[in-house]
């Protein structure tokens, strides 16, 4: 069974104070965990740290009991290519490629071809309702419809675990629905889902809840 953990990590940015200090907790498979706290608090922070995307400045992170934080780049981004599922905050989709070439890009970094995906992330657009024209820009959709094609970018992989960050800061509560639906659904398929949010609703539907 999947378990992601964080071991007593503190972190600082250059000439920053340490926030996250010596935090550790435990994410198991088949179960959505909720951060929440105020602004500045980390939140973003230790979801890039669970992510390979920031070293700890103390402590580490194991998936399956494999410490990966301290690997050297090359294998931090294998292991984000292939388990690893990102939801930015504000979307940060690609503004030069199509819907379906930002939704598809992680395919490139498994080596595989992206044509043999392309039918699933039609239907994942379908899913989140954002069945948009996949040539389309990021430039010509609103603001929580690229909040839903990020997240269909981070499912498309079937990553042993979802980070996402503030995922439904941008949508009315019908899409909210859909997209915290998917993500439950997502772990309930033994994966790992963790959620930051400020929505005490959101947090009400997770399974576990951390607050920093
Ligand atoms: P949250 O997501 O809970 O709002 P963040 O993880 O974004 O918090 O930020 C935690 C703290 O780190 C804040 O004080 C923020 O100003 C600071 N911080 C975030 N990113 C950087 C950065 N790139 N460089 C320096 N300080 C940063
Ligand atoms: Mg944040």
């Known amino acids: ?3 992601l953990e964080a071991h007593n990590i503190t972190f600082a940015y250059p000439g920053g104070n340490p ?3 010596t935090w550790s907790h435990t994410f198991t498979a088949g179960q959505t965990t909720a951060i929440t706290g105020p602004s500045g608090r980390g939140k973003s922070t230790a979801l890039y740290i669970l992510g390979l995307l920031l070293t700890p400045t103390t402590g580490h992170v194991t998936l399956n009991g494999q410490t990966l934080s301290n ?3 090359h294998t931090r981004s294998w292991h984000r290519a292939h388990h690893f599922g990102f939801v930015f905050q504000n979307a940060e989709l690609d503004p030069t ?3 379906a070439d930002n939704i598809l890009e992680s395919c490139h970094y498994r080596n595989e071809n992206p044509a043999t ?3 699933h992330a039609l239907h994942l657009m379908e899913r989140y ?3 948009l024209p996949p040539h389309r820009r990021p430039g010509q959709i609103s603001g929580g419809q690229a909040q839903r094609v990020a997240l269909c970018r981070a ?3 079937d990553p042993l ?3 996402a960050d503030e995922p439904t800061g941008n949508l009315d509560a019908q899409s909210t629905t859909a997209v915290i639906n998917g993500l439950k659904e997502h772990a309930a398929t033994g994966r790992i889902v963790i959620i930051s949010t400020h929505s005490p609703d959101v947090v009400a539907q997770c399974d576990t809840h951390i607050d920093l």
Request: charged content about 15%; glycine content about 8%; overall charge positive.
């Open 117 to 119: 995906r392309h039918n």
């Open 155 to 157: 499912l498309i992989g």
């Open 19 to 21: 926030i996250l200090t």
């Open 161 to 163: 675990v979802v980070l």
């Open 129 to 131: 309702g954002v069945a």
């Open 71 to 73: 690997r050297p780049d």
């Open 1 to 3: 069974m999947t378990t």
């Open 97 to 99: 490629r199509t819907l």
